[in-house]
């Protein structure tokens, strides 16, 4: 579904990414792990076209995503879901939702859509009218992953969903991100919580500085003595 292949990016004349490789398939959870700045949040900001490549491809369904703007990457299935949520606080939620569905024509569509979020998410439903900067975090944190809902994506990328949250919260939007791709959504997981990201996923790859420097099934990985003592506190 999404191959990444050599990927390099620079900021100015530091590389952050190396030439990273790696592929989702659909359906799958891929967990994308790393330190701080090992350069995971690059990546995604390059697949979803915000951040120019120096060299490699991003192939989504056979196509390079490079070149293409932003807004047609959304509409082609791709959603983001940005580190820090992002959500924009002068608006309500309401507001916010149907911003996420700003590539989308039919009204009666996107109708459906918001009522599928709102079912998802009934703490949404009930704060519908309240300014989205008056959220707590984990309001927020719903907030940013309706929104990126309402463009029907077929692939989510998720920056960090876990951040700043209490461990309650972490346990529910980690369950959130396991019944959104149940409803067949394919999701690109970026953690720095290892644990909770290798519990979810089917696949993890391991980013350090700007490489990759392991990958597998999550479930070895979650017993690979090295991942255990760099990320999992063991
Ligand atoms: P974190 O978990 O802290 O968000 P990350 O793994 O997502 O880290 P990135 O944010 O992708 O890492 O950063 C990768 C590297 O690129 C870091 O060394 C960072 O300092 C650098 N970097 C990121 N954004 C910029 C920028 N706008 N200008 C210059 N350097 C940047």
Same mark, same amino acid.
């Not at 690059?42 to 060299?55: C, D, H, R, V």
């Not at 590539?103 to 949404?124: A, H, S």
């Not at 992953?145 to 994506?153: E, I, N, Q, T, V």
């Not at 990958?215 to 991942?227: F, P, R, T, W």
């Given at each position: ?10 900021? =100015?004349?530091?590389? +952050?990414? !190396? ?7 659909? #359906?799958? &959870?891929? %967990?994308?792990? =790393?330190?701080?700045? +090992?350069? !995971? ?7 979803? #076209?915000? &951040?120019? %490549?120096?060299? =490699? ?15 047609? &990457?959304? %509409? ?159």
């Amino acid at each position: 579904m999404l191959e990444v292949k050599n990927l390099q990016v620079y900021y =100015g004349v530091i590389q +952050a990414i !190396k030439g990273v490789s790696f592929r989702v398939e659909e #359906g799958e &959870i891929i %967990a994308l792990i =790393g330190a701080n700045g +090992a350069g !995971k949040t690059t990546i995604l900001q390059t697949i979803s #076209g915000l &951040i120019a %490549a120096k060299q =490699g491809e991003i192939l989504y369904g056979g196509v390079d995503l490079q070149k293409i703007h932003p807004h047609k &990457i959304v %509409a082609m299935g791709i959603a983001h879901v940005p580190e820090g949520r992002r959500v924009f606080s002068q608006l309500t939620v309401y507001e916010n939702l149907l911003m996420g569905a700003y590539t989308r024509t039919n009204k009666d569509e996107i109708e459906e859509t918001l009522e599928q979020v709102f079912t998802r998410f009934p703490r949404l439903k009930e704060r519908k009218n309240q300014m989205a900067g008056t959220l707590s975090g984990g309001e927020q944190q719903m907030l940013a992953m309706g929104r990126a809902l309402m463009s029907k994506p077929k692939i989510i990328l998720m920056d960090e969903p876990s951040m700043g949250l209490s461990p309650i919260l972490v346990e529910e939007v980690f369950d959130i991100i396991k019944s959104i791709n149940k409803s067949g959504t394919t999701v690109l997981l970026v953690e720095q919580n290892a644990k909770k990201a290798l519990s979810i996923a089917n696949r993890a790859y391991v980013l350090e500085t700007g490489n990759i420097v392991l990958e597998g099934d999550a479930k070895e990985l979650m017993n690979n003595e090295s991942v255990k003592k760099a990320y999992l506190g063991e």
